[in-house]
């Protein structure tokens, strides 16, 4: 039982690069989401997924993409990359309710030169 | 908009000390809260409140939500060098927001 996988662990980008951040799970969960943290800012929530096909935006959604096509992925894409997504990512997913066993992933440390 | 305020925001404190963290809320859809302790990676889950009043014990670690007031509290007792970590605070609705967080340290 992997959990939430998170790939790369690391990335450097340069602006304007584009890229995807992947998440997947293999626990039937129906809710997942990404957050960046950035030093004295908690985690803020990008976007979120209830379901397959279904995608909301969270607290900070400029500049990032996603789509959630199956239960188990849902990747963030980045489409233009700029200095101010230099953050740590995380990837988390629960089935619905009250986030019963919320569970992230190992996190993805990107870089934008 | 969906609100969760965490204080302090940096504690310092001597080992052996007993320290109370806060997190108040303003949801919409109240399902439930959660508490987590992150150190160098992802946040570890600590514990889920769902009803008020009923304390919820982790060796430890204690916490009690109150729905009415809209606010939980993270107790610590006789706390220990490895309880320094960042303490945060979400809470449920339709989805699952964040507070900034608590960076707690504990001087030997």
């Known amino acids: 039982n992997a959990g939430v996988t998170q790939t790369p662990k690391f990335q450097v980008l340069k602006t304007g690069q584009s890229m995807t951040l992947q998440c997947a799970q293999d626990?039937?969960?129906?809710?997942m989401s990404w957050y960046r943290q950035d030093p004295g800012m908690g985690l803020r929530l990008i976007h979120y997924s209830v379901g397959a096909g279904i995608t909301d935006q969270g607290e900070v959604p400029n500049g990032y993409n996603v789509s959630r096509s199956t239960t188990e992925d849902f990747p963030l894409r980045l489409l233009s990359a700029a200095p101010s997504q230099t953050s740590v990512y995380f990837c988390?997913?629960?089935?619905?309710?009250?986030?019963?066993?919320?569970?992230f992933g190992s996190g993805t440390r990107l870089t934008v030169v | 908009e969906d609100k969760v305020v965490q204080s302090p925001l940096s504690l310092v404190v001597h080992e052996g000390d007993t320290v109370t963290l806060n997190c108040s809320y303003e949801?919409?859809?109240?399902?439930?809260l959660l508490w987590y302790k992150q150190e160098k990676k992802a946040p570890t889950f600590l514990f889920m409140l769902t009803s008020s009043g009923i304390e919820k014990k982790s060796g430890r670690l204690s916490s009690i939500l109150d729905k009415k007031e809209l606010f939980s509290i993270l107790n610590i007792t006789a706390t220990q060098t490895g309880d320094s970590a960042v303490y945060l605070c979400a809470v449920v609705s339709d989805k699952i927001i964040f507070g900034k967080g608590t960076r707690l340290h504990i001087l030997p």
């Open positions: 949801v919409t859809n109240f399902r439930s």
């Open positions: 626990m039937n969960h129906e809710y």
């Open positions: 988390a997913s629960s089935l619905l309710g009250t986030g019963n066993g919320y569970t």
